[in-house]
């Protein structure tokens, strides 16, 4: 296994247009992660599933975001009506959660999102 | 107030200097802690993952959690030109209803090792 794989790894839109990233986590995981990273910022936590089950969305998620992880496997960030605040680098992470216990977390590459 | 301070630096070394990472936090729940490695447009790479109080040594790198002080640290031994990065702290809670695994980042440490 490579690791977190994430698609595309930058991104320039105009603003208002939709943007949709794949994040493709280690395969035995079970849990993803969403986070966006701003410059000079630490990540914020966003999102994450475990399995199919979205279980937790940060405030930081507005309406104009959503994420699915239909079939447990890879997930998808879609961001429509795209703003200039969301330029960022979007992250995927993913764990492996068994018997009450929460592995490390492993991180993708980003994607790296620009609206200009 | 943020949950987990982090002075953003830039801190300047001489390779072969012995680096010390620092961050604090507040929230008295959480026990488990990371250290990640982040290089310009890159993705966080783990380094460090520790468990409540106490010491863990990797190589080069030790890192160092006191829940009492609300207070961890990271040290780099004889640091290198390639340790140049950005170092983030990371921390979770394990709450027993359901432990989410989210992290919680400082902002993180920019280091440069010069030659």
């Known amino acids: 296994d490579t690791g977190v794989s994430q698609d595309p790894r930058h991104k320039i839109t105009k603003r208002g247009q939709n943007v949709t990233f794949r994040c493709d986590p280690i395969?035995?995981?079970?849990?993803l992660y969403w986070y966006r990273q701003t410059l000079g910022q630490g990540p914020e936590f966003l999102t994450y599933f475990q399995n199919e089950a979205q279980l937790e969305k940060s405030r930081l998620l507005s309406d104009r975001f959503s994420a699915e992880r239909p079939k447990g496997s890879f997930s998808t960030l879609e961001i429509q009506r795209t703003e200039q605040g969301d330029s960022a680098m979007y992250l995927c992470?993913?764990?492996?959660?068994?018997?009450?216990?929460?592995?490390?977390?492993?991180f993708g590459q980003g994607t790296r999102l620009t609206v200009v | 107030q943020k949950e987990v301070e982090q002075d953003p630096g830039p801190l300047s070394v001489p390779e072969g200097a012995i680096v010390s990472l620092n961050c604090t936090y507040s929230?008295?729940?959480?026990?488990?802690f990371m250290w990640y490695r982040q290089y310009s447009r890159k993705g966080p790479e783990l380094l460090m993952y520790t468990y409540s109080s106490g010491n863990k040594e990797d190589g080069r790198f030790t890192a160092q959690v006191d829940k009492s002080s609300k207070y961890i640290s990271l040290f780099i031994r004889d640091s290198q030109p390639s340790d140049s990065a950005t170092y983030l702290c990371?921390?979770?809670?394990?709450?027993?209803?359901?432990?989410?695994?989210?992290?919680?980042f400082g902002q993180g440490t920019t280091l440069q090792v010069k030659p």
């Open positions: 992470a993913s764990s492996l959660f068994r018997l009450g216990i929460n592995t490390e977390a492993f």
């Open positions: 395969s035995e995981h079970n849990r």
């Open positions: 990371a921390m979770t809670q394990f709450i027993s209803s359901g432990n989410t695994g989210k992290l919680i």
């Open positions: 929230n008295s729940a959480f026990q488990y």
